[in-house]
Structures are given as C-alpha cells and as structure tokens.
C-alpha cells in the first residue's frame, strides 16, 4: 500500500515532508517579511523563525527569490480560493460585484501579515539589474475577469451601458489595493467598513436603476 506522502509525490513531485517543511518556511518568510521588511529579511532571520538552517532552505528553494515568488503567489491563489464561491453564490450583477469586492477584503483583513508581506515584495524586491520582480500588483490579475463579469451584467441591462468596463474594473482594483497599502500602516484599520462603503460605491456607480435616478435628479 502506497503511504500518503508516495501519493503527494506523484502529483507535486513532492513527499508530504518535503511539502509540509516548504509551507513552514513559506510562513515563516511572511512573518519575517510583515515584521522587519523585505530588506532585513534575510534566509538567515528567516531560518531562524522557522527553526530550520538556512541550508534547508536553500534545498527546497532556489534563494530568496524563489521563495517569496512564492509568497506573493500563495496570496494570489489563496484569495481566489476564498473569494470564488462567495461571488458564485450570487446571480445579480449587483450581488456579484458586491461580493468581489467584500470577500477580497475580507480576505485581506484575515490575512493582514501575508498582505504585508507581498506588498513590501512588491515594492521592493529586485533584481541585480535593479529591476522590479513584479510589475503589477497581487490582485492585478482579477482585473480581467471584473472587467467580464461587469460587461456581462451591461448586455443583460442591470449595469450601465455607458462605462468602460476594464476601467471601472481598474478603479475597483486600485480601491482595494490602496486599503491593503493602509494595512501595513495601520493594523486597526477598520477593513470591514471600508468593504460596504466601498461595495456600495462601487454598485451605485454601476446600477442601471442608480444611473436613471441620478439623470432624473440632476434634471430637476
């Protein structure tokens, strides 16, 4: 019979150990990144937390750049995980719009130190050439997929027909950037307020019914 960790190798090429050690030192690079930096965060300091050498570390990954690569895509992947059956659970234009942007942020709230963590990765880490690892940010890469979802909800009429849809997407990406950027600054920020102002900003923009109201005020 083929142990647990034979079965994990076959489809990572990784034994459940070796799997297990990586995750270790993966939140071991957050919470060194979140409390001294990016800069101060060296293999050494990281070991140290994640009580391994930093020979171990340098035998599953291939330096600090392999490792916090690793860090910004386990945001990435693990904030689709939890926003996607949030938002599929809705089927209104407004329903889902409102749930994108909740669940993001409710995932950064749950996850502050590993927001932290790729927002100094992202602003800091470089090659030796000088040039930035990432050109976009951790979220940047859902803001094709808004883009659709709200030209979806423009042909079905319940969103404005007169917005950009990749624009608007943009605006709401940048709101929700800038709240993570407020996080490394202020770990009390209240990151559930600022969810449903921004959610209903962001629906009001793009209502169908709001807009009509708004052209028949400004009439008045």
């Known amino acids: 019979m083929r142990s647990k960790g034979d079965l994990i190798g076959q489809e ?3 034994t459940f150990t070796e799997t ?3 995750a270790q030192i993966i939140a071991a690079a957050i919470d060194t990144i979140a409390e001294v930096g990016y800069g101060q965060a060296s293999l050494a300091r990281i070991a140290e937390r994640a009580a391994t050498s930093k020979g171990v570390i340098c035998y599953h990954f291939d330096g600090k ?4 690569r690793e860090v910004v895509a386990g945001l990435v992947d693990g904030g689709a995980a939890y926003m996607r059956p949030r938002i599929e659970a809705e089927s209104s234009g407004a329903g889902r719009l409102r749930a994108t942007i909740e669940s993001n942020l409710a995932f950064l709230r749950e996850n502050r130190n590993h927001v932290v963590a790729a927002v100094e990765i992202v602003l800091n880490a470089r090659d030796s050439d000088g040039r930035r690892h990432f050109s976009t940010g951790p979220g940047d890469a859902g803001i094709g997929p808004l883009a659709e979802m709200l030209a979806h909800h423009q042909a079905t009429g319940e969103f404005r027909a007169d917005f950009d849809p990749l624009v608007l997407a943009m605006a709401i990406r940048a709101a929700i950037d800038n709240v993570a950027h407020h ?3 202020y770990p009390d920020l209240d ?3 600022h969810a449903r102002e ?3 900003l962001f629906v009001r923009v793009a209502s169908a019914a709001d807009h009509r109201g708004m052209a ?3 009439d008045r």
């Open 20 to 22: 297990a050690r990586r």
């Open 65 to 68: 750049d392999e490792l916090v």
């Open 216 to 218: 028949v005020d400004s």
């Open 183 to 185: 996080l490394v600054g």
């Open 12 to 14: 990572t090429g990784r």
């Open 191 to 193: 990151v559930q307020h």
């Open 198 to 200: 921004l959610a209903d």
